[in-house]
T-cell receptor, first 114, second 114 residues
């Protein structure tokens, strides 16, 4: 089993609140990712990091921000939550072996903004 | 053309049936290929890697055709527990020398019916 953890598992919050979704992995992986997924829809990459102090935006534009101060920790922050941010947020990490890369996902955070 | 395309689905099959999923990718420089399984409201989990020579894991067989840029997943003797969405994932070159990024297909939903 992969050692990657997300908290909270579920979050219901009011519009305008600042929230931080936590993601931690104990595998020492350099690469970490945040995906956004609506029910029955495809995964969208919103942020990724290839190591400490490295963060990049993904394919899908997102109002969230991320930081990577420590290898094991990759939190995602929304400064002012809106109903349009309601979605499932999945964190993942991977170890690169040449051109082979396998992703390990956390259990996700289901965010509902009222 | 999308980088990774899959059969739209959904596939509704009776127990015991054999079902095949197809996936095509657009970048001929892609190096590695995977099938992930995602249960409803859960995180994706690696089902199997796809090797050039084809590979089998119990009832699951994956094949790769680099010339046609085509990947397949065959499930034999399908079980109720196989019901899930199956995601085709391709490691594609990204901007920057030697950089690769995992690209997910939209997924194909499988429902195995008693």
């Amino acid at each position: 089993e992969a050692d990657i953890y997300q908290t909270p598992r579920y979050l219901v919050i009011g519009t305008g609140k600042k929230i931080t979704l936590e993601c931690s992995q104990t595998m020492g992986h350099d690469k970490m990712y945040w995906y956004q997924q609506d029910p029955g829809m495809e995964l969208h990459l919103i942020h990724y990091s290839y190591g400490v102090n490295s963060t990049e935006k993904g394919d899908l534009s997102s109002e969230s921000t991320v930081s990577r101060i420590r290898t094991e920790h990759f939190p995602l922050t929304l400064e002012s939550a809106r109903p349009s941010h309601t979605s499932q947020y999945l964190c993942a990490s991977s170890a690169q072996q040449g051109a082979t890369e396998k992703l390990f996902f956390g259990s996700g955070t289901q965010l509902s903004v009222l | 053309r999308k980088e990774v395309e899959q059969d739209p689905g959904p596939f509704n099959v009776p127990e015991g049936a054999t079902v095949a999923f197809n996936c095509t990718y657009s970048n001929s420089a892609s190096q590695s290929f995977f099938w992930y399984r995602q249960d409803c409201r859960k995180e994706p989990k690696l089902l199997m890697s796809v090797y050039s020579s084809g590979n089998e894991d119990g009832r699951f067989t994956a094949q790769l055709n680099r010339a046609s840029q085509y990947i397949s997943l065959l499930i034999r003797d399908s079980k109720l527990s196989d019901s899930a969405t199956y995601l085709c994932v391709v490691n594609t070159p990204y901007s920057g020398a030697g950089s690769y990024q995992l690209t997910f297909g939209k997924g194909t939903k499988l429902s195995v019916i008693p």
